[in-house]
């Protein structure tokens, strides 16, 4: 299994992004699918979780009300789309997938298969 994350680049502060995450190799059913960003110094950090099994989405506080996870079973990709952007949304984000998840939201160290990063940038 393979994960492309793309759509990183750089923002203006109120702004907007998406970025996608395109598996290949096997399809999302019943899979979980996290986003999370990392900054350099700092532990990565979950910001957005979605069950494929019935679409339940959980988000952190950082980002509710701002963030949208979703995904396109036609493609075998998952988005997330980035609005109202602030400056301390830079960081670099990583996709991953938990083929068999047995919570919600699934902590960090039980994603099974990990996509390579693309950077957001958000200018003020």
């Known amino acids: 299994v393979q994960l492309q994350a793309c759509g990183g680049g750089l923002a203006q502060s109120g702004g907007s992004l998406r970025l996608s995450c395109a598996v290949s190799?096997?399809?999302?059913?019943?899979?979980?699918i996290g986003w999370f960003r990392q900054t350099p110094g700092k532990e990565r950090e979950g910001i957005s979780c979605l069950s494929s099994s019935d679409g339940t989405t959980w988000y952190s506080d950082s980002v509710k009300g701002r963030f949208t996870i979703s995904l396109d079973n036609a493609k075998n990709t998952v988005y997330l789309q980035m609005n109202s952007l602030k400056t301390e949304d830079t960081a670099v984000y990583y996709c991953?997938?938990?083929?068999?998840?047995?919570?919600?939201?699934?902590?960090?160290?039980?994603?099974?298969?990990w996509g390579q990063g693309t950077q957001v940038t958000v200018s003020s």
């Open positions: 190799g096997d399809t999302l059913d019943g899979y979980a």
């Open positions: 991953a997938i938990d083929v068999i998840p047995n919570q919600f939201p699934v902590p960090l160290y039980q994603y099974d298969y």
